[in-house]
């Protein structure tokens, strides 16, 4: 059964409760949908350590393996928020052109 939830992008929280912290956006889930987004936030999360570790070696942004990875798993989460989304949700990522 699909509830509603509140995304924040940022910090890669799934919220229940609207109050509990700011948010991004709002979806319509089920658990399954929720598990799947969450698996989406902690591959980008360990990503972005990877890039961090890394930033002390040179290197050009495009050819780090660990940044494609990273805009990779960022993609899939908006398309997921996207697919999950309210209409004013869907609208918002869409005037946004990252799909």
Aim: glycine share 6%; charged share 30%.
């Amino acid at each position: 059964m699909k509830k509603r939830y509140y995304v924040a992008v940022g910090s890669g929280e799934i919220l229940e409760d609207q109050g509990a912290s700011s948010y991004n956006f709002e979806i319509d889930a089920d658990e399954e949908d929720v598990f799947h987004l969450s698996e989406l936030f902690d591959l980008a999360d360990t990503d972005s350590r990877l890039s961090l570790y890394r930033a002390h070696v040179p290197t050009n942004y495009h050819e780090d393996k660990n940044n494609h990875d990273y805009d990779d798993h960022l993609q899939q989460i908006y398309r997921k928020i996207h697919e999950l989304g309210t209409e004013r949700t869907r609208e918002h990522i869409e005037s946004m052109g990252i799909l």
